[in-house]
């Protein structure tokens, strides 16, 4: 997968998250053993297990990272895909450490991954084959409530997780909180609404906490509001889709192009998303679609120019490479790593602006931990104080009335009168974490001289947090 791409850089997908950090510690000046310890993964397992497909048995292997039990329980997704290796899983479980600190979150970090390409299996076959997974990691300490909380990935959603989780429930029926061994589960079965969309939404957030702030946006060297910006967006997933789409519907962006597997879908006046979405369902792919201009060559439509470009897909798309021919203004990265090291040093000389993984995309583990504390405590967010608002709402109303003698609108009635359910909590507590971890980023950045970057800026708040636990704590 990706670390091919990263070879050809010269160094694995692990070796250039190292490399940042490396950076982040030198800029800090942090004591080299604290350091050093940082960056090691603190333990990886390696499964491979056989299931019956089809009467005969396929082996299957897969990993399971933690780069850092700092916090209890780690956390971090598992990725279905057949390019996946313990290298890719260990920088991934590195970054989720990193992450977590950005958003504050009280977790540390970790990955798994299983090699296969989910699309190939019928869905008992791919049933049987993730329960098994989920009974290796398991057996071996790599999932639980408390220890190791996995979520989904690329190639995982909901539907993996629920079984996931029966699967922990089964081999432990009297723990009472085995909902919070896994989150991104279906909402019938102790997940949250807006889990799904959670790093999509995340991503919109970042972008509209950005343009909050219009010295920012003279360095990206852009202005005004998010209304009427050209987006690019590399790769329709999940995270791809909701992003996009949020932005489309509720910002009134231009997504001025799609990039997928088969290619790539532009209209400078602006996509679709949903009807993109659709197509790719009902075809496998954006070609066809009536609503824009097909392109075979999506690397070079990567390399349009746009305001925004959003890589939501794979590792490694921006290299040495092409990072002289992107004409992007700001680059958001949804996914993964997808600038390299080498990549990431040419875009800073160009003066293209980039709000880094580690920060951007750290809605899913945002609103996972909102889930997870969901389980442990039993009880839905809102149901204890819903009715109470409403109520006071109403009160607020009357006296309103009483003074100005004036019937307050029915629209407005019924907004000043509506107590917050979950999903209102959860996209509250979202919103208010993707804003203050922003704030966090441009405040280091201003005030450290050595800081030239918002990625640099990420890294110093994640690496002094977890440093400063080492120093209170203890390794």
């Not at 010295?215 to 967006?233: D, Q, T, W």
Request: contains cysteine; glycine residues 10%.
């Amino acid at each position: 997968m990706s670390d091919t791409k990263y070879a050809q850089q010269g160094m694995t997908f692990r070796q250039s998250v190292e490399h940042m950090v490396d950076h982040a510690i030198e800029i800090m000046g942090l004591d080299e053993g604290i350091g050093n310890a940082m960056k090691v993964c603190q333990s990886v397992v390696q499964v491979s297990f056989p299931v019956e497909i089809n009467g005969k048995a396929e082996i299957f292997t897969g990993w399971r990272a933690t780069h850092s039990d700092h916090r209890l329980p780690s956390k971090g997704g598992i990725r279905f895909a057949p390019i996946v290796d313990q290298d890719e899983v260990e920088a991934l479980a590195a970054l989720m450490t990193y992450k977590c600190a950005i958003v504050d979150v009280p977790f540390g970090g970790s990955k798994g991954g299983l090699v296969i390409d989910p699309r190939q299996y019928e869905r008992h076959q791919l049933e049987a084959i993730t329960r098994r997974f989920a009974r290796e990691l398991i057996l071996k300490g790599y999932l639980s409530p408390a220890q190791n909380v996995p979520a989904p990935d690329m190639g995982t959603g909901p539907r993996e997780m629920g079984w996931m989780v029966d699967t922990y429930r089964q081999m432990f029926p009297n723990d009472i909180n085995y909902m919070g061994a896994l989150t991104g589960k279906p909402v019938e079965h102790g997940g949250v609404r807006g889990r799904n969309e959670a790093t999509g939404r995340g991503v919109q957030y970042a972008l509209r906490e950005l343009f909050r702030h219009p010295e920012e946006l003279e360095r990206c060297g852009l202005s005004g509001s998010l209304a009427g910006k050209r987006v690019i967006v590399q790769g329709l997933g999940n995270v791809g889709y909701h992003a996009a789409h949020f932005l489309e519907t509720e910002d009134d962006c231009l997504i001025t192009a799609i990039i997928e597997r088969d290619g790539a879908v532009v209209n400078a006046d602006g996509l679709d998303v949903s009807a993109v979405r659709e197509h790719i369902a009902e075809t496998g792919g954006v070609k066809g679609f009536a609503g824009g201009e097909y392109r075979e060559d999506g690397t070079a439509v990567l390399e349009m120019a746009c305001d925004i470009l959003i890589p939501a897909a794979l590792e490694g798309v921006i290299t040495a490479d092409n990072a002289e021919r992107i004409q992007a203004s700001l680059i958001a990265e949804a996914a993964n790593g997808p600038v390299t090291f080498a990549a990431d040093k040419i875009l800073q000389e160009r003066g293209v602006e980039i709000l880094p993984d580690a920060y951007c995309n750290a809605g899913g583990v945002v609103v996972s931990y909102f889930e997870w504390i969901r389980n442990l405590n039993h009880v839905r967010f809102g149901r204890l104080e819903r009715r109470f608002h409403e109520a006071r709402g109403e009160q607020i109303i009357a006296a309103i009335e009483d003074a100005s003698g004036v019937e307050v609108p029915e629209h407005l009635r019924q907004k000043l009168a509506r107590g917050a359910d979950e999903f209102d909590l959860v996209r509250s507590g979202l919103d208010d974490s993707m804003r203050l971890a922003l704030q966090s980023i441009i405040a280091v950045r201003r005030d450290n001289p050595k800081i030239h970057d918002y990625r640099m800026a990420a890294y110093a708040i994640a690496i002094e947090k977890v440093a400063r636990h080492y120093r209170d704590i203890g390794f």
